[in-house]
């Protein structure tokens, strides 16, 4: 049973026990739902309603000529968290609509029976600011009466429609939602209606919500960071995005590290020792809402242990406890979210989220007034994040970009190398050579060997290996892969190999930051003219030349030893 109707039904119990005379009749209502339309989560599928409210007889004929007896006064449905009605209809026209239009419509029914008067339900502007939207119901040649929709968050967020002083005479409504969105969630829910009858008694009743397929939905959400440095310090603002397409399952929680090159400024101590402050801006979009609703929340640090929240005012590395962000909307989407803080771990852990499809959802961390609340070393990395989705189904491990403003250019640095050429007066030369990607660069992607006169590269030694079948190995059959005979490679795998113009050119399955290399027979190979003058020491300087090819394309030489 939803809290906000019980509310609602406690107050009016407390009416009849001020005044027992009016509430001598009692009134009993009833719920069903029909899901014959479809009970697939997060489809939007017509659902009926039938509140039969069988009051007892008492006074005389209605103003709607119906038989005599009590009958419903105000009436609220709340609907499970989940459960939303597109207030984006028409562009988010119906919501600031002063009178309802065809397009608007979002459900139709009847009054009394199939023999009753027809019902007409439109959007349109909220009659209350705290009101989210209004619900017109026409009665087919009777009244009119505008209902209110607001945003209920106890026990759980949803929505409640509620409509006061009905016509007398109104025993029975049954009506039609076309086009409300299911929850994504498969855990049991129902929808609570409360009612009080003109004579001033009042009931409660629910009925179950099916919801079915949770396991079926998609969820592919991403995430991303964007830091933009001060221009006059290293303070920076930190923009975490989440998105994802609006048919997946929505999040029920989700949590993300601070990313790496940011440093908590200590201008947030006081947030958490003394009151809590103001430390940035969020907003969300859905594409069941119109988009200002969740435009302009706000983040909140503060503690749920007062001052005791540090021992240490001068060291923010130190353990801390009770730290807590909340996120919080105002009026008339006003609900709030708070997230633990670990300081330890640098993360953030919303959890309880509403069953809302957000295609986007952006948490601003600017800081408080006495300054940013980080501070940047312009490094380049990347933010983690795990988010639960409503169905139920495995966490998703997302890792997004952060993309760095306002930074200085980086410098990019030249790949190196080193390395020796030995066993020259033996007869077995060996190349040794250990090449890295430059600072801020990226991955070494080929290299280019070119050796000394006396030194050569043998084309024999490159082949490739087949897979064989039991008696033979025709070349008809795939290739497994390539052979270089005489050659060591550790740090990268070899995509192909080649000698042109006497040179080693190798690529690269993936780019590396490091590659170490060895080169001997029967790939290399020395000319006896060498071999002699090394034994007599006469061979001089030998250099090898190393052209070292990044991912970005760009090549440099660099001679070894």
Known sequence: ??????????????????????????????????????????????????????????????????????????????????FLINLAADGAACVVASTPRPSCQIGSGVINGPAGRAVSMYLLAAPKPSDIAGVEMTIEGGPTVVGELTLGTSPEIGLDLSFSNLAPGITELQFTLNGARLPTACTPASVTVGAQSWQGSSGIATAPLTVTGCGSLPYSPTVAATVTKEPVNSG?????????????????????????????????????????????????????????????????????????AATEPSQLSAPLTGVVLTMSFPPPYSFSLTAPVDFSEHTIKFSGMPDVPLTALSLTFSGPPSGPAFATSCQPGTIA???????????S??????????????????????????????????????????????????????????????????????????????????????????LSLAGAAIQSAQIRGGKLLIAFTRAAPKVWLAARGPLLAQRRALRVGARQQRAGALVARLRITDAGGRGTVVSVP
């Open 1 to 82: 049973m939803s809290m906000r109707v019980a509310f609602a039904g406690l107050l009016a119990a407390a009416v009849g026990a001020i005044f027992p005379a009016v509430s001598a009749a009692t009134i009993t209502p009833r719920l069903a739902l029909n899901q014959s339309a479809g009970t697939t989560a997060g489809s939007s599928p017509a659902t009926g309603f039938d509140v039969n409210f069988t009051p007892l007889s008492g006074v005389g004929g209605g103003a709607l000529g119906e038989v005599g007896g009590d009958s419903v006064r105000n009436l609220s449905i709340s609907l499970p968290d989940g």
């Open 236 to 308: 920076a603002v930190l923009v975490t995005t989440f998105s994802q397409p609006a048919g997946d399952s929505a999040t029920s929680a989700l949590e993300f590290a601070i990313p790496s090159g940011l440093k908590i400024n200590r201008v947030l101590q006081p947030c958490f020792q003394e009151k809590p402050c103001t430390v940035g801006t969020v907003s969300a979009q859905s594409p069941l809402l119109p988009s200002p609703a969740l435009s302009s929340g706000t983040l909140t640090l503060g503690s749920t242990l007062g001052s005791s």
């Open 385 to 395: 994040a795990t988010l639960t989705p409503q169905d139920g189904n495995p966490v």
């Open 397 to 486: 491990k997302l890792t997004g970009a952060v993309t760095n403003i306002g930074c200085p250019p980086r410098r990019v640095g030249k790949p190196s190398a080193a390395g020796s050429l030995t066993g020259l007066a033996s007869g077995r030369p060996t190349l040794r050579l250990r090449a890295t990607h430059g600072a801020n660069a990226p991955n070494i992607a080929s290299m280019s060997i070119a050796m000394p006169a006396g030194l050569k590269f043998n084309a024999a030694a490159l082949g490739t290996r087949r897979v064989c079948g039991a008696t033979s190995c025709a070349k008809t059959q795939s290739v497994k892969g390539l052979s270089v005979k005489g």
